[in-house]
């Protein structure tokens, strides 16, 4: 991601790690829908790219599944129990 611009960061996180619609990304930042999508395009072909250079080979339809498929995972569980320990000990007054 270090060959993106600021914006093409912004749009990839966006649209794959928080999953926000091209729409709902041109709302927030406030550009045509078209100019966001064509942005994100470009990001996914620079990072494309720059995997290539590094002996990565993969379409952009790979790379986009790729990058959805990794962008949300969930916590492990042994820290699933400690927040819920804490917060069961929290609510008991044991913790200060």
């Known amino acids: 991601m270090a060959d993106l611009s600021d914006l093409e960061c912004d749009l990839i ?3 794959f790690f928080e ?12 550009m045509n829908p078209i100019i966001a999508q064509e942005h994100i395009a470009s990001a996914l072909q620079k990072l494309r790219q720059s995997l290539s250079h590094r002996g990565v080979e993969l379409n952009l339809r790979e790379l986009s ?13 042994s820290i699933c129990q400690s927040v819920a320990t804490a917060c069961s000990d929290l609510h008991r007054g044991g913790i200060r």
């Open 13 to 15: 996180l966006l649209n």
């Open 65 to 77: 599944a790729a990058i959805s498929a990794n962008a949300i995972q969930p916590p492990p569980s």
């Open 19 to 30: 999953l926000k619609s091209v729409d709902e990304i041109s709302k927030s930042l406030k």
